[in-house]
């Protein structure tokens, strides 16, 4: 499974590997980034010693992907042939310019990890990384995320670096290791826990996020196993679904767009300006920083510490007020032009390029070349030989320890191993719901935005449900045929997991035996005998499923490519509103002045 070190062999230091030389038809250590002498097999498999046969990972590469001919990739992936054929003849005759971009769909499935490995491969083999036209470039975001509330040990160990044994229970985490990135834990996970209190009961929730019974997969189930939570905050805007099905207690936040803020796009940094807060509501950023502090006001020595700078490193400690906030978010933007802003400052300065784009767009093609003043030797490539690695050990190394380089991220220890081996290079496997063998449900769903909507936001928004009302369920002219409707008409979408509504939309834009249809929820159905139905009459996630098999190394479920069948329903879910004119109690009045968020803000 991994790759041979020099020292493995006996043939020099661990930080060389090892490859099959021509020249004396032996192993030798290949120093980085090259030695001339030797002369390197390519494809073969070769007696390292003892009788021990080793491939070359090139021979390793050759063999995973025998199989997949042009007739036999088209078969699986509903294709032609000769598309598939001339789309690879473009790409291969724009190298090393060309590059080939992923969305979110190939994050959805089971083989979210393997559809950008396997990406990698191919740039790696074209040599297209870090050229003009590829998306593999080592450009550095000024910031290193979406939002600025940072882990304390994102930049290295710090007093307030989580211990061991506390990363160790995030749930699902030493299975799916993957998620030691973001610090996550692994939601299927977290309900089999609250459902069977094993291997410990969670007790508490803080949901920050619109509703999670629109937006999560296998939503029903999901319901029952959060009822089993002793307390749960819900954080937002305005009531939702989950709100009045699950919260205890309900904290009402800012709109983000409403918020004090700056984000790095390309060369420039951008800011955000806050504005008055209607109500009481707040931006969640706040939230969790007094979290903070209420437990440090009752003695809790760690969150004590998050309010001292000398133990919270480059990421800065926490702030008790609003313009203390500002004030930090000040520090690390204007830090990217050399300088220290106020937050003043920043409103009259930005936005404002940190570079001059030019500069910015050429100064990482072929940085893999430049020279690292340090050693004198290229820079090369963000991986542990430094090259661009087509067979990827470093998958398998991070499941048996917790990070590609062989302790977990960040954190510098060594986690348990992963139940089994991470694969270094991807190996395709039929989704668990499949067209090929599934006659019952024949139609393939998928799912994803539409522009009228942020995630589960703004379907309570008059003039966005005037625009969009119920949500479309697209199918092909074909399709359409097929199952007997026409453009307009309401239909029912069907999984082996639950039925839903949806109005059919026909348009060439979706394939045929393909069905898409957006998430939703009907906040007109809150005010009802049955508040329920406000997220199951028209919600996918009715449909889709949160169980195995999930991904080995992120632990992603299948929430894109289920299977359902379509029929035509007589009319739309009863009181559901499509005309315009039925969204207006939701129009604005003008209210009492509470002092808006501010109210709070300067309590």
């Keep these: 499974m991994l790759l041979y070190h020099a020292d493995e062999l006996g043939l020099g230091d661990h930080a060389d590997y090892v490859i099959w030389d021509k020249k004396t038809n032996s192993p030798k250590a290949m120093p980085y980034p090259w030695d001339d002498a030797l002369d390197p097999e390519l494809d073969g498999e070769f007696d390292v010693g003892d009788g021990v046969m080793s491939r070359t990972a090139f021979r390793a590469l050759v063999e995973n992907v025998e199989e997949w001919t042009l007739d036999h990739t088209a078969e699986i992936t509903r294709c032609e042939a000769a598309s598939i054929e001339e789309a690879i003849k473009i790409y291969c005759e724009g190298s090393p310019h060309s590059g080939i971009s992923i969305g979110v769909a190939t994050d959805q499935y089971e083989q979210s990890a393997q559809a950008p490995e396997g990406v990698t ?7 297209n990384a870090c050229h003009q036209g590829n998306a593999i470039q080592s450009r550095k975001n000024q910031s290193l995320g979406t939002y600025f509330l940072f882990p304390f040990n994102l930049f290295g160990p710090t007093p307030l670096t989580p211990r061991k044994e506390v990363v160790e229970r995030r749930l699902g985490l030493i299975e799916h290791k993957g998620l030691g990135y973001w610090m996550a834990s692994h939601i299927p996970t977290i309900m089999e826990a609250l459902n069977t209190g094993e291997p410990y009961q969670p007790e508490m929730w803080i949901d920050r996020s619109g509703n999670k019974l629109a937006m999560i997969g296998g939503a029903e189930t999901f ?15 305005y009531p939702t679904t989950t709100s009045v099905e699950l919260a205890d207690i309900i ?13 790095d796009r ?18 969640e950023t706040l939230i969790w920083s007094w979290f903070a502090a209420a437990i440090a006001d009752r003695g809790h020595e760690h969150a004590a510490m998050a309010f001292d700078a000398a133990n919270c490193g480059q990421a800065g400690p926490y702030w008790r007020t609003y313009d203390e906030y500002k004030e930090y978010l000040a520090t690390f933007m204007s830090n990217s032009f050399g300088e220290k802003w106020t937050w003043e400052e920043c409103c009259e300065k930005l936005p404002a390029e940190f570079v001059s784009m030019d500069e910015w767009i050429t100064s990482t093609y072929e940085s893999y070349e430049k020279i690292d003043e340090t050693t004198g030797l290229p820079a090369g490539f963000a991986t542990n030989s430094k090259k661009m690695e087509p067979y990827g050990e470093a998958m398998t190394i991070l499941g048996r320890t917790g990070g590609p380089t062989g302790t977990s991220f960040w954190d510098g220890y060594v986690l348990p191993a992963a139940s089994q081996d991470y694969l270094p290079l991807p190996k395709y496997v039929e989704p668990a719901e499949s067209p090929l063998n599934d006659t019952e449900f024949p139609y393939t769903l998928t799912e994803g935005r539409v522009p009228f909507y942020h995630h589960g936001t703004l379907r309570n928004v008059p003039w966005m449900r005037e625009l969009y009302p119920v949500p479309e369920t697209w199918v092909n002219p074909t399709t359409a045929e097929e199952i007997g409707v026409e453009d307009g008409d309401w239909c029912f979408v069907e999984s082996r997991r639950g039925k839903i509504q949806g109005r059919i939309h026909v348009t060439n834009g979706i394939a045929p035996g393909v069905v898409y249809q957006e998430r939703f929820w009907n906040p007109e159905l809150l005010d009802s005998d049955d508040p329920s139905r406000a997220w199951k009459v028209m919600n996918v996630n009715m449909l889709t499923k949160n169980d195995g098999p999930y991904n080995p190394e992120f632990g992603t479920y299948t929430l894109r490519g289920i299977q359902v069948k379509v029929t035509k329903a007589d009319s739309a879910p009863e009181g559901v509103w499509t005309e315009p004119e039925q969204f207006t109690p939701w129009l604005p009045e003008v209210s009492d002045e509470t002092g808006g968020g501010y109210a709070v803000y300067d309590a």
Excluded at 223 to 237: D, R, S
Excluded at 251 to 263: D, F, K, Q, V
Excluded at 266 to 283: A, G, P, Q, Y
């Design 121 to 127: 491969i191919i740039e790696s083999l074209m040599g």
């Design 223 to 237: 319901l029952e196993a959060m009822k089993k939570m002793k307390f749960i905050v819900h954080m937002y805007m």
């Design 251 to 263: 904290l009402p936040t800012a709109e983000w767009l409403e918020t004090a803020y700056g984000a």
């Design 266 to 283: 390309c060369n420039v940094w951008l800011i955000r300006r806050d504005v008055v807060h209607t109500f009481e509501h707040v931006d």
